[in-house]
C-alpha cells in the first residue's frame, strides 16, 4: 500500500511539473477582434495570453487611433521601438486610457475589467499579477537561487534581452530564462520618447495609484535586475498588455 501511495505521489509531481509551461486546458489560444491569435499559459490557476497584445481594435470594432503625442486624454497605440516591424513580434504599447477603454480602475480579483481585451477576457489588476508572484515564489524550480524575490528569469523570454552581468538577472544567461512559459519580451516604452528597447519590458494593470489618479501601477522586468519591480506611472506611458481568461 505505501508502495502505491508513493507511485501515486510521483506521478501527481510528474504532471504538476510537465503542467509547467503549458497553454490553457480548453484555451490553446485566443483571437482578438483583428484575427491575431495568441498563445496562452497556464500559470497557477489564472490562464494568461503567452504574448503582447497587438490588436487596432476594441472588441466591439472601435479602432484605436496610431500616437505620436505622449497623453492620457485620449486613447492611444504605438510601435515598440517606433518600427511598425516590431509590432508583430512585440506587440503595441498602449496607454493606460486605450488598456482601459473608460473602465473604472479596479482592485478586485478578478478585476473585472475588460477594456482592450477579447471577448472572455479582462486586464490584470493589481491583486492578480500579485496572485501570479505568489505562486511562481511558491515553486522552486521557478527561482533563481533559491531566492524567493528571484524570479524574473522565469517569467522572461529566452532571446531579445540585452546582456546582463548581475547573477540571476533575466539577461545573464539568457538559456536559462521562461521557466513558466510566460516568455515576458522587451518590447520597451513610450514615454514621450521612445526607449529601453531589448532592456525593459512594463506591463499595465488595472488598478490606479491610491494617491494621484494620473498615475497607474505597473510591473516592470529589467534585463540586469532578477527581480520583478512594481510601482505607478503615469498613464501617459505607452507600455505593454497581457490579457487574463475571465473565471
Not at 41 to 53: A, F, R, S, T
Not at 137 to 157: H, N, Q, T, V
Amino acid at each position: 500500500m505505501k508502495n502505491l501511495l508513493l507511485v501515486l505521489c510521483m506521478m501527481t509531481m510528474f504532471v504538476a511539473v510537465m503542467a509547467q509551461g503549458k497553454s490553457c486546458p480548453g484555451t490553446a489560444t485566443v483571437k482578438d477582434f483583428d484575427g491575431n491569435t495568441y498563445n496562452t499559459v497556464q500559470i497557477g490557476k489564472q490562464c494568461w495570453m503567452k504574448e503582447n497584445l497587438r490588436t487596432t481594435h476594441y472588441a466591439d470594432g472601435t479602432s484605436i487611433p496610431e500616437c505620436t503625442d505622449f497623453t492620457f486624454t485620449k486613447r492611444c497605440r504605438y510601435f515598440p521601438d517606433e518600427n511598425v516591424k516590431n509590432v508583430s513580434t512585440y506587440g503595441y504599447l498602449y496607454n493606460w486610457t486605450a488598456v482601459m477603454n473608460g473602465e473604472e480602475s479596479s482592485e478586485a480579483n478578478p478585476s473585472g475589467v475588460m477594456g482592450i481585451c477579447p471577448t472572455g477576457w479582462h486586464v490584470p489588476s493589481h491583486a492578480e499579477w500579485e496572485q501570479m508572484e505568489i505562486y511562481v515564489r511558491s515553486r522552486s524550480e521557478f527561482r533563481c537561487g533559491d531566492d524567493p524575490e528571484y524570479i524574473a528569469k522565469a517569467l522572461a523570454d529566452k532571446k531579445t534581452w540585452d546582456e546582463g552581468e548581475k547573477n540571476c538577472a533575466i539577461g545573464n544567461d539568457l538559456k536559462k530564462n521562461n521557466a513558466t512559459g510566460f516568455s515576458v519580451l522587451p518590447a520597451g516604452t513610450y514615454t514621450g520618447n521612445y526607449g529601453e528597447f531589448a532592456a525593459f519590458a512594463v506591463m499595465w494593470s488595472a488598478t490606479e495609484s491610491y494617491d494621484d489618479d494620473t498615475y497607474a501601477n505597473i510591473r516592470l522586468f529589467v534585463w540586469d535586475e532578477p527581480d520583478i519591480k512594481w510601482f505607478c506611472f503615469l498613464k501617459s506611458g505607452g507600455f505593454s498588455l497581457r490579457c487574463l481568461r475571465d473565471q
